[in-house]
């Protein structure tokens, strides 16, 4: 079975950049894709964007030119970068995978990042 | 963008109910529709996909239907682990979208 699991800061200062890391165990990454997901306290779930095995990427439009998501499938893993970090960025990040027909089949268990000073 | 609306927004029901949450899209999705549930400070579990394709081991209570912009989820007959908040996704268009949320309460 699929396991994926976040690592990265849990506290980021506002401007900064955030980096985080989904580390993919139990299967193989190919022929599924890759996504970041994440939550505000209390609030729904957006999705962030994904990356196929084959390096193609698809972003929201609303946060694009913030993100960038890159995967190593040498080390069966793949990473976010979300840049000029505000308060509104505050929220649980999920890394997802899925089918190439676009369900999440598999969840990580998501990881808190606060932006504050 | 292709938005995604879920109502009601929030639902109180009893053990053994029938219930049924809608997400309508603002324009076709061709079946391209996932739904979701989540419980507090869990990851989403994955119930359904295609609209109305049951994921391995969900159990049959939960089912799927709709087409075009208009979806359903209905849970035949609810019991207390199902009280948790559902969500709809669309993955027809390149940029992924969920619906809003629909909270399941106990009444």
């Known amino acids: 079975q699929v396991q994926l699991q976040e690592s990265g800061p849990g506290l980021v200062k506002p401007s900064e950049t955030l980096s985080l890391t989904c580390s993919v165990s139990g299967g193989s990454m190919s022929s599924y894709f890759w996504s970041w997901i994440r939550q505000p306290p209390g609030k729904g779930l957006e999705w962030i964007g994904l990356?196929?095995?084959?390096?193609?990427?698809n972003y929201n439009p609303s946060l694009k030119s913030r993100v960038t998501i890159s995967v190593d499938t040498s080390k069966n893993q793949f990473s976010l970068k979300l840049t000029s970090l505000t308060a509104a960025d505050t929220a649980v990040y999920y890394c997802a995978g899925g089918s190439v027909a676009g369900e999440f089949d598999y969840w990580g268990q998501g990881t808190l990042v606060t932006v504050s000073s | 963008d292709i938005q995604m609306t879920q109502s009601p927004s929030s639902l109180s029901a009893s053990v053994g109910d029938r219930v049924t949450i809608t997400c309508r899209a603002s324009q076709d999705t061709s079946n391209s529709l996932a739904w979701y549930q989540q419980k507090p400070g869990k990851a989403p579990k994955l119930l359904l996909y295609?609209?109305?394709r049951l994921e391995s081991g969900v159990p049959s209570r939960f089912s799927g239907s709709g087409s075009g912009t208009d979806y359903t989820l209905t849970i035949s007959s609810l019991q207390p682990e199902d009280f948790a908040t559902y969500y709809c996704?669309?993955?027809?268009?390149?940029?992924?979208?969920f619906g809003q949320g629909t909270k399941l309460e106990i009444k």
């Open positions: 996704q669309q993955y027809y268009s390149r940029a992924y979208t």
């Open positions: 295609a609209a109305s």
């Open positions: 990356i196929y095995d084959s390096g193609s990427t």
